[in-house]
């Protein structure tokens, strides 16, 4: 998927990281700056040439199939792993150097799998790691307070469930008040309620100016979510850009679905008929199609003129998960 106009930043909203033919120089207003960045394991190149800029506070998200190289590229932003080849900058220093200790403070990681101590209490783990840390130990009952747990403190984590270690997990990590944060699938065992809520307290942290990058295989919940994403196939960033940029730029149809009065079935049938749509079906009364983008007013003026006809319908953009079939295989 190199060849995408999507690959091309000209092709994407503002914001989108340049390409390795334009690179610019490493520095400006970015929180996180990668350039050419390689990881080779034997044979196995997990990261190939990535070039990517996080905007300080944007929320990023960077998604790819299994063994895409996600985890492999969160190690080396984290400094946890050193690259092959290429230059990572986090908050403006290189995170190999003498100087990345001091930033490292600044970072916040939440890992795909967290480990916890079961004998410990969900306060006495914060604590334990504000130590580690070096960070107050009046931030822990805040933390915890921060990510819905202030009332299980003081049980120990061995009674917690899945979605409750997920979030002590998330309150280490804000340990220090991280100015970047990397979320690796950071709603794993999460109800529908805990997601929404932890989505807000990551909008909130943007709004305050941290920047952050989240791993995730529920298309469906980055989709509204994130300012940004960054498509990964085979190591390398083959896409990105806001979720409508990439929407537009590969030009899926939009879904039409209608609900017709049976009395106006036969009328609603012959304009459809007439109209430039694709995979038109029916189900009964209701009818669903595939509509260009660009024809999207004209049908929606001729159906408008079908009043009584037609009961409902409703345009539906193409999902994420649509965009990322388009674009990671
Ligand atoms: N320590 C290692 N030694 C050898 N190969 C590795 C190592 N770690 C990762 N790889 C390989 O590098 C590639 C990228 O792996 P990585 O774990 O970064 O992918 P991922 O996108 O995080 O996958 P997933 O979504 O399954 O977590 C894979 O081919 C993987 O097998």
Not at 12 to 18: E, S
Not at 57 to 64: K, M, Q, W
Not at 108 to 116: A, D, M, Q, R, T
Request: net charge positive.
């Amino acid at each position: 998927m190199a060849s995408s106009p999507l690959s091309n930043p000209e092709a994407g909203l503002a914001g989108a990281a340049p390409v390795a033919a334009s690179r610019p120089s490493l520095a400006g207003d970015s929180a996180i700056t990668l350039r050419g960045v390689v990881k080779q394991y034997g044979a196995v190149r997990a990261v190939d040439g990535v070039d990517l800029d996080v905007r300080r506070g944007e929320v990023l998200g960077l998604i790819g199939h299994n063994g895409a190289g996600k985890s492999t590229l969160f190690k080396m932003m984290l400094g946890l792993l050193a690259p092959t080849a290429g230059e990572i900058l986090v908050q403006g220093a290189p995170v190999s150097g003498r100087g990345f200790r001091a930033v490292r403070r600044g970072i916040g990681y939440l890992p795909e799998n967290v480990v916890l101590y079961d004998n410990l209490s969900g306060l006495e783990t914060l604590r334990f790691m504000a130590r580690l840390k070096g960070v107050a130990q009046s931030e822990c009952s805040a933390a915890l307070a921060r990510v819905g747990l202030g009332h299980a403190g003081q049980r120990a984590v061995r009674g917690y469930s899945k979605g409750m270690r997920q979030r002590l997990g998330f309150a280490q990590a804000l340990l220090g008040k991280p100015q970047v944060l990397f979320l690796d699938e950071p709603t794993t065992g999460l109800d529908p309620e805990a997601i929404r809520a932890f989505h807000a307290t990551l909008r909130e942290l943007s709004d305050e100016g941290v920047t952050l990058v989240i791993t995730s295989h529920i298309l469906a919940e980055l989709q509204d979510r994130v300012d940004r994403l960054a498509i990964l196939t085979s190591g390398r960033i083959t896409a990105q850009g806001s979720v409508q940029s990439l929407r537009e730029g590969l030009a899926l149809p939009l879904r039409l679905e209608l609900r017709v009065a049976e009395s106006g079935r036969e009328a609603v049938r012959q304009a459809l008929c007439a109209l430039p749509l694709e995979g038109l079906s029916w189900q009964g009364l209701q009818a669903t199609a595939r509509c260009a983008r660009e024809a999207k007013m004209a049908v929606l003026a001729a159906l408008a003129g079908l009043r009584g006809a037609v009961l409902d319908l409703q345009l539906h953009e193409p999902s994420l998960e649509d965009v990322f079939f388009g674009l990671a295989h």
